[in-house]
């Protein structure tokens, strides 16, 4: 014979009972967990002040790596470069990545991407002449990079002359311009207007 609780049989009851232990008991098991893996993680190796590699860099050997340029030309290095001497080196170092004359060709894909075109910000490919808001930019990515198969080659005149060769065909700057770190922080790129400082206030300000 079947007994009844307010009509729910016994059973019921049971089987809700049995819920509740198992639960709790799971939780109490996964505290347990945690703790363990918690007391596995902790480390309690005594690490040595140093691991007897290497040797701290001399100020010569810093000054090699700390060649940053500012938009202002602020770190531009001693030297000097015009479009003629640009386009020559270009064809021997730049030509095999960016093709003959810096444009894209339509229909073929160039190792590198275009770095010459006009001047309009809606113009397609984005290159130097309508995307690129400081001339600074141009010398310390080129100086820092290229040529892709041997970055970090050119010497400061060759970086100036690539400079002016690659403003001089986007249309920035005149063919005869000589490039220095007096004359280059003076080229105002098109596309500086378009960028403008994030001087939003209310929140979470970074500077």
Not at 58 to 66: G, Q, R
């Amino acid at each position: 014979m079947k007994k009844y609780i307010q009509g729910k049989p016994i059973r019921f009851f049971t089987a809700i009972i049995c819920w509740m232990m198992t639960t709790v008991l799971m939780g109490l098991q996964g505290n347990s967990v945690v703790k363990y893996q918690q007391q596995q993680i902790q480390d309690t190796t005594k690490w040595p002040a140093t691991f007897g590699f290497g040797r701290t860099a001399t100020v010569e050997e810093i000054t090699l790596w700390d060649i940053a340029i500012r938009p202002d030309g602020k770190g531009l290095p001693p030297g000097e470069g015009d479009a003629a001497k640009g386009k020559a080196i270009y064809a021997l170092k730049c030509v095999a990545c960016h093709g003959e004359n810096g444009r894209e060709i339509p229909g073929f894909k160039l190792a590198g991407p275009a770095l010459v075109s006009d001047t309009l910000f809606k113009s397609k490919p984005k290159t130097i002449g309508n995307y690129w808001p400081y001339a600074t930019t141009l010398f310390d990515y080129m100086r820092r990079t290229m040529p892709y198969n041997l970055p970090g080659s050119l010497t400061n005149n060759e970086v100036y002359s690539l400079t002016a060769f690659l403003l001089s065909a986007n249309q920035i700057i005149k063919s005869d311009a000589i490039l220095n770190a007096q004359t280059l922080p003076r080229v105002i790129m098109p596309a500086k207007k378009l960028f403008v400082i994030d001087d939003r206030k209310g929140g979470a300000e970074v500077k």
